[in-house]
């Protein structure tokens, strides 16, 4: 019964019908298109879709696959992970950025296929373990996710280990009440670098006025903003593609491939690029609360 039910919300969600009862149904559509695996930098792989991540970790007991795409999206991350050589058995270590159905969606199936365990915030744990946010455009029935337990719950500075590899928490409650930023130092040729597996900072169509699930959101966002001012990344893995130029990025690795380039800079290392988006999405933060704090004061 429940692969019946999970078939029949992937067939839902690949069909532009659903953009009349989902807000993101057109959008889920481009975000599930296949996109080929690859090597980012080091030790970490892309093994998402075309439009939402999933990062796969290399160590030396295992592997760490940080989201899971959406409920439709999980064949395609097996897939990936598959293509490069791997086993999705191999994977020990489950964490997620954020509980919304489009990097969330997928984990019960990642979870089940792999045996892995699943670390997630202590503020995200509740959605993830219902399967549904309670609030906002994501909280239609068309974008509930299958429910997905948590084995080890952090808060903001925990650390996860496997294989020599450690990943620490930033949390920023905002566009989820545990919204988690992983973030790893790694060596690309001679180089040190800060990598940041950015959870977001988007509104997402979220009330930030008079939201009775989440009555703190606005000055979440607002604490997190700071937060994230004063942290330094030049390796920028976002968990959406248009968030990081992933498209343009790829184009470049291929270039540099198809020419045999030796010693061309990794497209994925941008300095500064982490405070433009913080920057563009706070922005639009502010743009948005203002709009809904007219809305709100309107007789």
Same mark, same amino acid.
């Given at each position: 019964?429940?692969?019946?039910?999970l078939?029949?919300?992937?067939?839902?969600?690949?069909s532009?019908?659903?953009?009349? *009862?989902d807000?993101?149904?057109?959008?889920?559509?481009?975000?599930n298109?296949?996109?080929?695996?690859?090597?980012?930098?080091?030790?970490?792989?892309?093994?998402? *879709?075309?439009?939402?991540?999933?990062?796969?970790?290399?160590?030396?007991?295992?592997?760490?696959?940080?989201?899971?795409?959406?409920?439709?999206s999980?064949?395609?991350?097996?897939?990936?992970i598959?293509?490069?050589?791997?086993?999705?058995k191999?994977?020990?270590?489950?964490?997620?950025?954020?509980?919304?159905?489009?990097?969330?969606?997928?984990?019960?199936?990642?979870?089940?296929?792999?045996?892995?365990?699943?670390?997630?915030?202590?503020?995200?744990?509740?959605?993830?373990?219902m399967?549904?946010?309670?609030?906002?455009?994501?909280?239609?029935?068309?974008d509930?996710?299958p429910?997905?337990?948590v084995?080890?719950?952090?808060?903001?500075?925990d *650390?996860?280990?496997?294989?020599?590899?450690?990943?620490?928490?930033?949390?920023?409650p905002?566009?989820?009440?545990?919204?988690?930023?992983?973030?790893?130092p790694?060596?690309?040729?001679?180089?040190?670098?800060n990598?940041?597996?950015?959870?977001?900072?988007? *509104?997402?169509?979220?009330?930030?006025?008079?939201?009775?699930?989440?009555?703190?959101?606005?000055?979440?966002?607002?604490?997190?903003?700071?937060?994230?001012?004063?942290y330094?990344?030049?390796?920028?893995?976002?968990?959406?593609?248009?968030?990081?130029?992933?498209?343009?990025?790829?184009a470049a690795?291929?270039?540099?491939?198809?020419?045999?380039?030796?010693?061309?800079?990794?497209?994925?290392?941008?300095?500064?690029?982490l405070?433009?988006?913080?920057?563009?999405?706070?922005?639009?933060?502010?743009?948005?609360?203002k709009?809904?704090?007219a809305?709100?004061?309107?007789?």
């Open positions: 019964m429940k692969k019946i039910a078939a029949a919300l992937a067939a839902l969600s690949l532009p019908a659903l953009a009349q *009862t807000p993101f149904g057109q959008a889920r559509i481009f975000w298109k296949p996109q080929k695996p690859f090597r980012v930098i080091d030790n970490i792989y892309y093994v998402g *879709t075309a439009g939402v991540s999933a990062w796969l970790i290399w160590t030396l007991q295992g592997f760490i696959l940080i989201d899971g795409g959406l409920p439709e999980a064949p395609i991350i097996e897939a990936n598959k293509t490069l050589g791997f086993d999705i191999d994977v020990k270590l489950l964490l997620n950025s954020h509980a919304h159905f489009d990097h969330a969606g997928g984990l019960a199936k990642l979870k089940r296929d792999s045996g892995a365990r699943l670390t997630a915030s202590a503020g995200d744990k509740p959605i993830l373990e399967g549904r946010v309670t609030f906002g455009p994501s909280s239609v029935p068309a509930h996710f429910p997905v337990k084995d080890r719950t952090i808060k903001d500075g *650390t996860v280990m496997l294989g020599g590899v450690v990943l620490t928490a930033v949390v920023t905002g566009h989820s009440p545990g919204c988690t930023n992983w973030t790893m790694i060596v690309e040729g001679t180089g040190d670098h990598v940041i597996f950015f959870c977001s900072m988007t *509104t997402g169509g979220n009330p930030l006025v008079d939201n009775r699930q989440y009555p703190t959101i606005a000055a979440d966002y607002k604490s997190s903003f700071a937060r994230l001012k004063t330094d990344a030049d390796v920028l893995l976002a968990a959406h593609g248009d968030q990081m130029g992933l498209a343009r990025k790829i690795m291929e270039e540099n491939a198809k020419n045999k380039v030796v010693g061309a800079p990794n497209p994925f290392v941008v300095k500064g690029e405070q433009r988006l913080i920057a563009a999405q706070e922005k639009a933060f502010d743009a948005e609360l709009q809904q704090q809305a709100q004061a309107k007789p």
